[in-house]
């Protein structure tokens, strides 16, 4: 007797088919769950065959979602949110699991490293992953569960909060700060060539033009460290400049205009339980320390 066509999703199928939407590629996804490419290649065919629709696609810098694909996604992320609170029990709400977020490295090696861990001694059931990337990780995608930008977006289904209105300065030693005081010409410490395009290092580009950038690194954690050490001056968020030590502002003009933060997370997830709980956390530590950010 044939076997019969599976009219259900296999939940093993549904979880590779997380990682490889989420991570986009075999090798990732296969690292992720601890199994073969084969497995990985298996399992999706399985899924694809039992919805009878083309989920991914297979491009030279990886995999990316068709249409139907991130529809899947989105109702795949929402049965595995449904099995961790299942996993918790239902007269358990402390909060437990992985909640994964997305800043950029400013943002989170200057300030939430150190005050975002206080949370998982608060809570012992809650993992925090943080992704310092400069590039964009998709909530859309489900690649995050919390993403804080600079700038509020325009589209998506999301819940948007803006966190701190973030001002900038000039930071430098006190020696270099006298002598542009006194009318020095200005040695900055400024973002490489692979983050020219950084909005702050395309303002420096403009209103500099003529100066000399004696260091650059990627990021501007890595750029106070430099100016602390007298290489320059740096364009810094105010709370890199107030948090670091040694590191003075400099009363050089023009300053780029303030930047909001915004605390970002998907409109269907809003009342999960660790995702709500580390939402309102971010939230509380910004509203705490407003003052670093503001001119």
Excluded at 178 to 190: D, H, I, S
Aim: aromatic share 8%.
């Amino acid at each position: 007797m044939a076997d019969k066509k599976r009219t259900e999703p296999d939940w093993q199928d549904i979880r590779v088919f997380l990682a490889l939407g989420r991570h986009g590629s075999l090798s990732a996804a296969a690292r992720t769950l601890r199994v073969n490419h084969a497995t990985i290649a298996r399992r999706l065919h399985s899924l694809e065959e039992t919805l009878g629709e083309k989920l991914v696609e297979r491009r030279p810098d990886g995999y990316v979602l068709t249409p139907a694909g991130t529809r899947a996604l989105a109702a795949a992320s929402d049965m595995e949110a449904s099995v961790q609170t299942l996993g918790r029990g239902w007269k358990d709400d402390t909060p437990k699991g992985l909640v994964r977020i997305n800043a950029s490295p400013a943002l989170s090696q200057g300030f939430l490293i150190p005050r975002l861990a206080e949370i998982t001694k608060q809570y012992p059931g809650l993992d925090i992953d943080l992704a310092t990337d400069l590039r964009t990780i998709s909530l859309e995608r489900h690649e995050a569960d919390i993403a804080i930008r600079l700038g509020k977006p325009q589209d998506g289904d999301l819940i948007a909060k803006q966190l701190a209105t973030i001002g900038y300065g000039f930071y430098g030693t006190q020696e270099i700060c006298r002598q542009v005081e006194n009318g020095a010409e200005p040695v900055f410490v400024g973002f490489d060539e692979v983050n020219g395009y950084v909005p702050e290092a395309i303002w420096l580009a403009r209103h500099f033009s003529h100066a000399r950038v004696s260091f650059r690194a990627n990021n501007q954690v890595s750029q106070a460290m430099a100016a602390k050490s007298g290489a320059g001056l740096a364009l810094l968020p105010h709370y890199i400049g107030r948090l670091e030590g040694n590191l003075y502002p400099c009363p050089l003009e023009p300053v780029p205009p303030p930047r909001e933060a915004w605390l970002l997370t998907r409109r269907q997830q809003r009342k999960d339980p660790p995702i709500r709980t580390v939402a309102e956390y971010i939230t509380k530590i910004f509203a705490t320390e407003q003052a670093l950010f503001e001119e």
